[in-house]
């Protein structure tokens, strides 16, 4: 298959290919961030929740109530920049959003522990897990309608896809560098000071970022917009709640099995925590190598019939993939195999998704529809799954839980995504 990113009808800088680089960099921190957050969620847990008489196990639930914290601030941040980004372009919106998120990032790897600062310590971290959760919010709709854009006519799914494959390599980068470090650093030096290493990695990242979108003008959508379209320039409750029963299933199932899988495999199945890591590396590879391909064909047969295969198979496979991560019996090649496959049909929601979530909205209110839609999506399905997952396992005992919540999101995406007309392609 293919890929090709022809550079057309774009004048002087403009060109799709530096579009392409300056929407997806900053979604690329962003994920980057959020996943190396949840893969060092134990030494997170211990280090800024959990005080000298508490249990390893309500720390956790701590750090991740941090976690889905943030997301709760997505929202906000989408309604606020989104609107902002509407009104007075994309561009001064993505500068802001970026240097929000890398600022954040980069002072959490500066901040006191419970040990130095006491109680204050995880409210400096909550504080700064909002900031993030803010920019987060206005990063989506800025950098998706940048990408779709500009992109070439008939390859709006495929420069969509762009922004979930930045998503793919920030959680599959952060991924890379926690096992990275637990591999030449001791448990000890880990917990101590090498947490820190991949929140300070934010500042260069972050300059690369702002580098790329200062020399960004604005997309032809937003500088001669359709007149008609700036009359429809409203969001509707309804295109929202259709925009998020399409997308739910994809932040479920992608958050539980690319960056809540490391602590359950830990906690629940008592892996170590470089095997733990090493499984979330391959979930996430498959996810990755699935997403442009499923972008690309999405431009050939429509968004909705990539979408739903990937949701019917989540409904189907999600149950029998955790039975499998629980047989001691089964070999680490078929589970590898399983999990890289779990990753892909993930991918197959992602990819197409943010291509689907541009065309339900007209141009002057499409970073404050899809950007909210895709908010409200990972602030209740993606930011509350580790704390979801982590308390009911702990609560029930059933090591299941992972499985029945990602299908039960995934089977309202199903419903979402057939009782609903296909979106324009190209």
């Given at each position: 298959?293919?890929?090709?990113?022809e550079?057309?009808?774009?004048?002087?800088?403009?060109?799709?290919?530096?579009?392409?680089?300056?929407?997806?960099?900053?979604?690329?921190?962003?994920?980057?961030?959020?996943?190396?957050?949840?893969?060092?969620?134990?030494v997170?847990?211990?280090?800024?929740?959990?005080?000298?008489?508490?249990?390893?196990?309500?720390?956790?639930?701590?750090?991740?109530?941090?976690?889905?914290?943030?997301?709760?601030?997505?929202?906000?941040?989408?309604?606020?920049?989104?609107?902002?980004?509407?009104?007075?372009?994309?561009?001064?919106?993505?500068?802001?959003?970026?240097?929000?998120?890398?600022?954040?990032?980069?002072?959490?790897?500066?901040?006191?522990t419970?040990?130095?600062?006491?109680?204050?310590?995880?409210?400096?971290?909550?504080?700064?897990?909002?900031?993030q959760?803010?920019?987060?919010?206005?990063?989506?709709?800025?950098?998706?309608?940048?990408?779709?854009?500009?992109?070439?006519?008939?390859?709006?799914?495929?420069?969509?896809?762009?922004?979930?494959?930045?998503?793919?390599?920030?959680?599959?980068?952060?991924?890379?560098?926690?096992?990275?470090?637990?591999?030449?650093?001791?448990?000890?030096?880990?917990?101590?000071?090498?947490?820190?290493?991949?929140?300070l990695?934010?500042?260069?990242?972050?300059?690369?970022?702002?580098?790329?979108?200062?020399?960004?003008?604005?997309?032809?959508?937003?500088?001669?917009?359709?007149?008609?379209a700036?009359?429809?320039?409203?969001v509707?409750?309804?295109?929202?709640?259709?925009?998020v029963?399409?997308?739910?299933?994809?932040?479920?199932?992608?958050?539980?099995?690319?960056?809540?899988?490391?602590?359950?495999?830990?906690?629940?199945?008592?892996?170590?925590?470089?095997?733990?890591l090493?499984?979330?590396?391959?979930?996430?590879?498959?996810?990755?190598?699935?997403?442009?391909?499923?972008?690309?064909?999405s431009d050939?047969?429509?968004?909705?019939?990539?979408?739903?295969?990937?949701?019917?198979?989540?409904?189907?496979?999600?149950?029998?993939?955790?039975?499998?991560?629980?047989?001691?019996?089964?070999?680490?090649?078929?589970?590898g195999?399983?999990?890289?496959?779990?990753?892909?049909?993930?991918?197959?929601?992602?990819?197409?998704?943010?291509?689907?979530?541009?065309?339900?909205?007209?141009?002057?209110?499409?970073?404050?529809?899809?950007?909210?839609?895709?908010?409200?999506?990972?602030?209740?399905?993606?930011g509350c799954?580790?704390?979801?997952?982590?308390?009911?396992?702990?609560?029930?005992?059933?090591?299941?839980?992972?499985?029945?919540?990602?299908?039960?999101?995934?089977?309202?995406?199903?419903?979402?995504?057939?009782?609903?007309?296909?979106?324009?392609?190209?």
């Amino acid at each position: 298959m293919k890929l090709v990113f022809e550079d057309r009808a774009a004048p002087g800088r403009n060109r799709p290919l530096r579009a392409l680089a300056a929407g997806s960099v900053g979604n690329f921190i962003e994920w980057y961030e959020f996943g190396v957050y949840g893969y060092f969620a134990t030494v997170v847990a211990e280090r800024f929740f959990t005080p000298a008489d508490g249990s390893a196990a309500e720390g956790l639930v701590r750090t991740y109530a941090s976690f889905g914290l943030a997301f709760f601030f997505r929202p906000l941040g989408a309604a606020l920049f989104g609107r902002l980004a509407d009104r007075l372009g994309r561009r001064p919106v993505l500068i802001l959003v970026v240097a929000l998120m890398t600022g954040a990032t980069a002072l959490i790897g500066l901040l006191p522990t419970y040990a130095q600062a006491g109680a204050l310590a995880p409210w400096l971290l909550t504080f700064l897990r909002a900031v993030q959760g803010l920019s987060a919010g206005g990063e989506f709709g800025g950098a998706v309608a940048i990408l779709t854009e500009f992109a070439p006519p008939g390859r709006r799914g495929l420069y969509g896809a762009w922004q979930s494959f930045t998503v793919a390599l920030g959680l599959l980068g952060g991924a890379g560098l926690a096992a990275g470090l637990a591999s030449v650093l001791t448990e000890s030096q880990l917990a101590s000071w090498g947490w820190r290493l991949p929140f300070l990695l934010a500042l260069p990242l972050g300059s690369l970022a702002l580098w790329l979108r200062v020399g960004l003008d604005e997309t032809p959508e937003f500088r001669e917009p359709d007149v008609r379209a700036v009359r429809a320039a409203r969001v509707s409750i309804g295109a929202i709640a259709l925009a998020v029963g399409r997308v739910m299933g994809w932040s479920a199932a992608g958050y539980t099995f690319l960056v809540v899988l490391p602590s359950y495999l830990q906690t629940a199945l008592h892996t170590g925590f470089r095997t733990a890591l090493l499984a979330t590396v391959l979930a996430n590879l498959g996810f990755a190598a699935a997403i442009l391909p499923a972008g690309l064909l999405s431009d050939r047969i429509g968004r909705r019939p990539v979408m739903l295969t990937g949701a019917g198979l989540v409904v189907a496979l999600a149950l029998p993939l955790l039975g499998l991560l629980q047989d001691g019996g089964a070999s680490a090649g078929v589970k590898g195999a399983a999990l890289f496959g779990a990753g892909a049909v993930v991918g197959l929601m992602a990819g197409p998704g943010p291509a689907l979530l541009a065309e339900m909205f007209p141009a002057r209110a499409r970073c404050t529809g899809l950007g909210l839609a895709y908010a409200l999506s990972n602030a209740v399905f993606s930011g509350c799954a580790g704390l979801i997952i982590t308390e009911a396992v702990k609560r029930t005992g059933n090591l299941d839980v992972p499985g029945y919540y990602a299908a039960a999101a995934c089977a309202v995406s199903v419903l979402a995504l057939v009782r609903s007309r296909e979106t324009k392609a190209g």
